[in-house]
T-cell receptor, first 115, second 112 residues
Framework: KNQVEQSPQSLIILEGKNCTLQ??????????LRWYKQDTGRGPVSLTI?????NTKSNGRYTATLDADTKQSSLHITASQLSDSASYIC??????????????FGKGTKLSVKP | NAGVTQTPKFRVLKTGQSMTLLCAQDMNHEYMYWYRQDPGMGLRLIHYSVGEGTTAKGEVPDGYNVSRLKKQNFLLGLESAAPSQTSVYFCALRPRGRTEAFFGQGTRLTVV
């Protein structure tokens, strides 16, 4: 069964500190992996996409990694800011086509950045 | 996301009442989805549509119906609301051939 597992479920850090969120997946055949950020009361917004051939990709203070062999991804946030407080959702796309079944969502990690 | 508008943003229903949630887009994307999001459960797919006049069931379709008479609108209906349908509902769009989904701001529904 295609699954996406995220850890931790929640995380509290102090402003200015770094943190790393984890995503493990068992999706086959794999197409790509996206990290979404969901602010409280808003819909998720895509942060970055990782394809099979990419190991690391940065978007400002966000750096995503992908290890396709171990089927793991991480999202590293550097020098956290209060505005980073949000839920981060890992979404894996399967490449078997179809409009519905090829987006598999993790349950998200809720990050709280405290001053 | 400015291209996806959900109506209403909040609603309180009594058990047994009916209502329709509207998702309207101006991005001209083919695929439209309705998800529900509950604490600890993540986003779960209710119904989806691959184009005007087509709909299909997702992971948790029971108690919901949908229609897509026009490409830009996707409606989610609750015929007889139940407390278990208390949730936040998100509409999402996706262009054909791409995997990025664009979400609306959500509708918070409470059934008492």
């Amino acid at each position: 069964k295609n699954q996406v597992e995220q850890s931790p479920q929640s995380l509290i850090i102090l402003e200015g500190k770094n943190c790393t969120l984890q995503c493990n997946y068992t999706v086959s055949p794999f197409s790509n992996l996206r990290w979404y950020k969901q602010d409280t009361g808003r819909g998720p917004v895509s942060l970055t996409i990782m394809t099979f051939s990419e190991n690391t990709k940065s978007n400002g203070r966000y750096t995503a990694t992908l290890d396709a062999d171990t089927k793991q991804s991480s999202l590293h946030i550097t020098a956290s800011q209060l505005s980073d407080s949000a839920s981060y959702i890992c979404v894996v796309s399967a490449s078997y086509g179809g409009s519905q079944g090829n987006l598999i969502f993790g349950k998200g990690t809720k990050l709280s950045v405290k001053p | 996301n400015a291209g996806v508008t959900q109506t209403p943003k909040f609603r309180v229903l009594k058990t047994g009442q009916s209502m329709t949630l509207l998702c309207a887009q101006d991005m001209n994307h083919e695929y439209m989805y309705w998800y529900r999001q509950d604490p600890g459960m993540g986003l779960r797919l209710i119904h989806y549509s691959v184009g005007e006049g087509t709909t299909a069931k997702g992971e948790v379709p029971d108690g919901y119906n949908v229609s897509r008479l026009k490409k830009q609108n996707f409606l989610l209906g609750l015929e007889s609301a139940a407390p278990s349908q208390t949730s936040v509902y998100f509409c999402a769009l996706r262009p054909r051939g791409r995997t990025e989904a664009f979400f609306g701001q959500g509708t918070r529904l409470t059934v008492v």
